[in-house]
């Protein structure tokens, strides 16, 4: 198994992954609005994702998928062989119809890329958008209502996960690999960053989340244990973490 990479800064200039065959690259999206001048592909979600899913196995060609309206992905995707699930892991795409599937005229979907997989309700997304106020963008999305952090007007589709990806990559980066792992004070690393997620977005913490455990992540977890009924020891076990899932 390979060790996966995440991409979380946006593709250096002239990555030919990101720009069009006709700007020196490999893609045959469209070019974004606005066009970035570094990679012209980009300010467009599928151009961004097409780019990153084939960069990720490295071919040139580009065989995965193709860039068309989000929302037609899914049907894409099982037309070429992949398999759509509602459970994520790091190299899926995630895709939400808009409005009516396969109707542009009411929007035409989503797509972002996962980069890493906190737990099986919250994921790193790397992303880009038509008209978006920046090219390219990463955020934390929670499965919450089942949309993955889009709003009502969208529909999640699934987690589009590539043949060749299957039983690729190891699970370093979800910290359930090992269900008897404890996350405590003075730990650091992504297992952290999960941690602080999930009390960040259930209000128990208000600082920035750094992937440290240190005595503001102690406070937010001990306050967390003491308002569930949890054992109050200020250490993420098994039964912390799948309260927090």
């Known amino acids: 198994m390979k060790k996966f990479e995440a991409r979380t800064t946006k593709p250096e200039k002239g990555n030919p992954y990101y720009n069009t065959k006709s700007n020196g690259g490999y893609s045959t999206a469209i070019v974004g609005s606005p066009t970035d001048p570094d990679c012209n592909a980009l300010h467009n979600c599928v151009g961004y994702a097409f780019g990153r899913v084939n960069e990720i196995l490295g071919d040139k060609t580009m065989p995965i998928l193709e860039p068309r309206n989000a929302e037609t992905w899914v049907e894409i995707a099982k037309k070429q062989g992949h398999k759509i699930y509602q459970s994520p892991k790091v190299g899926d795409v995630m895709c939400w119809a808009k409005g009516s599937a396969k109707n542009s005229a009411d929007g035409a979907g989503h797509v972002a890329m996962v980069e890493k997989v906190y737990s099986d309700q919250?994921?790193?997304?790397?992303?880009?958008?038509?008209k978006a106020s920046k090219p390219f963008w990463t955020q934390v999305r929670n499965k919450s209502n089942g949309n993955?952090?889009?709003?009502?007007?969208?529909?999640?589709?699934?987690?589009?996960?590539?043949?060749?990806?299957?039983?690729?990559?190891?699970?370093?980066?979800?910290?359930y690999v090992n269900s008897k792992k404890t996350i405590k004070e003075g730990d650091s690393g992504e297992s952290v960053k999960w941690l602080q997620f999930a009390l960040k977005e259930r209000g128990y913490m208000s600082s920035n989340v750094d992937g440290y455990f240190g005595v503001f992540t102690l406070g937010a977890l001990l306050a967390f244990q003491k308002k569930t009924g949890l054992e109050v020891d200020g250490i993420c076990g098994p039964k912390t973490m799948e309260a927090l899932k």
């Open 122 to 130: 919250m994921v790193l997304t790397s992303e880009s958008g038509w």
């Open 148 to 175: 993955w952090g889009q709003n009502s007007t969208y529909t999640f589709l699934g987690f589009i996960r590539p043949k060749q990806f299957e039983g690729l990559f190891d699970d370093t980066t979800n910290p």
